[in-house]
């Protein structure tokens, strides 16, 4: 008797546990010395016509395309008695495998070396391991379960990851994109965990954390982490209903990783190559930024990152709140926590609101806009060269600044604040997992301002177009004080220099207006003498620099395509602003700062 395929593989998936999901994965690490783990993949089709394998060409929670497959080879086929099928590759990201009767086995070899929250690093200290980067999948299983087992681990290694462990050690999800959702990292690692309770449940906040630090330091970021759990759960009034009620942050801090994080549904890859002790705990800026995401992406979702698609990139024009306010509440959550005091923690305000004042960009995308550059942006290599110092602006930054705009306008003007439309946010969409679009935020903003004519002016001009309000009112009614920083020194405007024996040249002007943009420097060009100067290193820039007052106007020579020239400079003034705070400051004005910057109650 011929059981039909969905019958056999139901039949046996009874019998036999989750080890014969309709994807089944095995990586085995017998190589990680050579940086390869050697993959093998068992599909159950629904019927035996071709059935079609991708490597993804994007990654979630990265927003540009990314070519995975090209770090998979020896790719070879097999039916379920073992014979080899015909493969075909339809696409450098796509092959097809026909012949078979229902079942197959396919293995490749996989090679990695970029540890980060996208990439894979396998090597003899650990198998870092991001999905989509990994797994050759078939789309026609996208709903089914799928598992995954380890073989060959060195002695003492283990898994940490958001999958849901098996009494076998097979490690299961419910569907192919959970799978894809969840990292691995495969090493000898501590464990670390605290207990926090939320609605009625408790949860697991767990720290597999890989560094060769002490076990003193490991005890100081999971501290660090737990102030910032709780103050992040203030914000939101409860925790996401985190799957098995556990949270993991899978945390490298390793030589020869790459600085990154990267969220999930119930865990996050949190990656740097200093120590704990070399960055002074600063890794948990990552750790804050990404926890936020459990909510502000994760759950409180764009419509237009759904469904994730694997051929391409998602575009989003909600980055600006996606990444942005959760870059504002990242910090925000370490100044209430007490990680920051309040004159680091105005200094992080400074350097995003000093960026976006005074970029050139803003004059032709407003924050909707430069979130549908983030295909572009977000993949860390580029070949070409870009202007982006002119016409980008990240959404990281421009959508914090935005953040810290609204924060302080609901807070002086309409006695309400930005954890109100977080929250409001987090009910509507993030705990029933409604995706929202921009007129949803829009709408939340009007009714926890009451004003919906200055929600739909917001959103007109400061959303799709590029205004900002005023800042230096909006502070000084916080008992803050916003202004130029070094207003009597000689500045000349941001260059990106290589310097290359003794000469220095121009890499790129980042921006237009600034008096190098206006005296023609343009990238490529040599630097050869400022007023007295002879310039042969970027220092001497500051020591021409030194002796000029804004106005004073000076000498340029540079040389271009191997012809010297000869131009007049005019310096102006330093544009940075400086954040204090205002001593003669209102007792209103310190009582709502207070409310802004200080430790909430659980
Ligand atoms: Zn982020």
Known sequence: MLLNRCTLALFLAGLMGPALADSHYQLDLAGHDRHQVAVSARFVAPDASPLLLQMSSASPG????????????????????????????????????????GEVQVSYLLFGNHADGTYNQIDSRHAHLNMPASLLFAPSLRAKPATVSLKALPAGWRAATQLYPQPDGTLTAPQLDYLMDSPLEISEHQLLSFSQSSAGKTYQIELALHHAGTAEEAKVLLEKTQAVVRQQQAIFGELPDFANQRYTFIADYLPGVDGDGMEHRNSTVVTSESSLAQAEFSQIETISHEFFHAWNVERIRPKNLEPFDYSQTNMSDALWFAEGFTNYYGKLALKRSSHFDLDTYLEKVQKPL????????????????VSQQAVFVDAGVAVDKTNYGNHFLSYYTYGEVVALALDLTLRTQYNSDLDALMQLMWQRFGKPEQPYQLADIQQALAEVSGDVEFAAAFFRDSIQGPALPDFTALFAQMGLTLSPAKPDKAWLGPLLLNTFGDAVQVQSVSRDGSPWASAGITDGDLLLQLGAVRLRTAEDIDTALKAARPGDVLALKFRRFDQDHSVNITVAADPTLQLSLDNKASRASVKRRDAWLGTKKL
């Open 62 to 101: 990265r927003y540009a395309r990314h070519d995975f497959a090209k770090n998979i080879y020896a790719l070879k086929a097999l039916d379920g008695q073992g014979n080899p099928l015909v493969l075909q590759r339809l696409s450098p990201t796509s092959w097809q495998v026909s012949g078979h009767q």
């Open 354 to 369: 000093n960026q976006t004042l005074q970029t050139p960009a803003r004059r032709w995308s407003g924050p909707a806009a």
